[in-house]
């Protein structure tokens, strides 16, 4: 995770950013992100990036690379705007052993916010169409040797994979159809059974519900309805709530918020 000291909306590249420019409350964004980091530190060790002045969405570390076993293929961003975190993610993985593979120079690839490994069925799910290029699906499943499944978004309030769908432990699904084309939402119906699918309404899916973290039997998330959580808990989990109104501002919520390595 990384601390939000220099968190902000300083410019719009997803719809949510848009009339948020200076609007976000520092001092309540300090005290989300320790509320999730505090819920996320009872079930995982945290290891922190340090921030960095004029890289605002450097909080969102799910996009600084997919890190599986040992090996990360670091991003590329889409926006220029983001371009500059790439330095600090590759210096963190550096430092931490990990073995570095970067995306060929013409692809875009937005990290584990688009790169969703499945535990189990251990594949990735790789979401395309705004930021992360279609063509890093076979280079994903060569370097980490697991099938990975292209996934188109048509919505672009859900530009990230991990936007609207959200593989969970026991292989349930949490995810907003509305948000693939039909191909793509067709792909996912035959590989994840019917008793599996936890399709999230509209009002469910703009408060970030599908971008959850689930650690051991723990659902955070920002909110969801009391008809999702009685949905989670037949799925034996437990949704916890970590209120992150600041970081919707810009586009993310918890699963955003965190890498997991
Ligand atoms: N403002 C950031 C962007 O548009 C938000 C990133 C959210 N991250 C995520 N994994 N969905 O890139």
């Given at each position: 995770m990384?601390?939000?000291?220099?968190?902000?909306?300083?410019y719009?590249i997803?719809?949510?950013?848009?009339?948020?420019?200076?609007h976000?409350?520092?001092?309540?964004?300090q005290?989300?992100w320790?509320?999730?980091?505090?819920?996320?530190?009872?079930?995982?060790?945290?290891?922190?990036?340090?921030?960095h002045?004029?890289?605002?969405d450097l909080?969102f570390?799910?996009?600084?690379?997919?890190?599986?076993?040992g090996?990360?293929?670091?991003?590329?961003?889409?926006?220029?705007?983001?371009?500059?975190?790439?330095?600090?993610?590759r210096?963190?993985?550096?430092?931490?052993g990990?073995e570095?593979?970067?995306?060929?120079?013409?692809?875009?690839f937005?990290?584990?916010?688009?790169?969703?490994?499945d535990e189990?069925?251990?594949?990735?799910w790789?979401?395309?169409?705004?930021r992360?290029?279609?063509e890093?699906?076979p280079?994903?499943a060569?370097?980490?040797?697991?099938?990975?499944?292209?996934?188109?978004?048509?919505?672009?309030?859900?530009y990230?994979?991990?936007?609207?769908?959200?593989?969970?432990p026991?292989?349930?699904?949490?995810?907003?159809?509305?948000?693939?084309?039909a191909?793509?939402?067709?792909e996912i119906?035959?590989r994840?059974a019917?008793d599996?699918?936890?399709?999230?309404?509209?009002?469910?899916?703009?408060?970030?519900?599908?971008?959850?973290?689930?650690l051991?039997?723990?659902?955070?998330?920002?909110?969801?309805?009391?008809a999702?959580?009685?949905?989670?808990?037949?799925h034996?989990?437990?949704?916890t709530?970590a209120?992150?109104?600041?970081?919707?501002?810009?586009?993310?919520a918890?699963?955003?918020?965190?890498?997991?390595?």
């Open positions: 990384c601390p939000p000291d220099f968190f902000g909306v300083s719009v997803n719809p949510w950013m848009e009339g948020q420019q200076g976000t409350d520092a001092a309540e964004a005290a989300q320790t509320g999730l980091k505090d819920l996320i530190a009872r079930h995982a060790d945290v290891s922190l990036i340090m921030p002045a004029g890289l605002p909080v570390t799910a996009n600084a690379g997919l890190a599986l076993e090996k990360v293929l670091l991003s590329r961003f889409r926006r220029p705007q983001r371009r500059g975190e790439e330095h600090w993610w210096a963190w993985f550096e430092k931490a990990y570095i593979i970067t995306p060929p120079e013409e692809l875009c937005e990290g584990a916010g688009d790169a969703l490994f189990a069925r251990q594949t990735i790789l979401g395309h169409g705004f992360s290029d279609q890093m699906a280079l994903a060569k370097i980490f040797g697991r099938e990975t499944v292209p996934l188109r978004l048509i919505d672009p309030r859900f990230h994979l991990d936007t609207c769908f959200c593989p969970l026991d292989g349930a699904l949490l995810y907003y159809p509305a948000a693939f084309d191909p793509s939402r067709a119906e035959r994840v019917p599996q699918r936890i399709a999230v309404d509209e009002s469910d899916a703009i408060k970030f519900c599908c971008n959850a973290v689930a051991d039997a723990m659902l955070v998330l920002n909110d969801a309805s009391p999702l959580e009685a949905q989670a808990r037949a034996g989990l437990a949704p709530r209120p992150l109104t600041q970081f919707m501002k810009a586009g993310g918890a699963k955003c918020l965190t890498l997991r390595i």
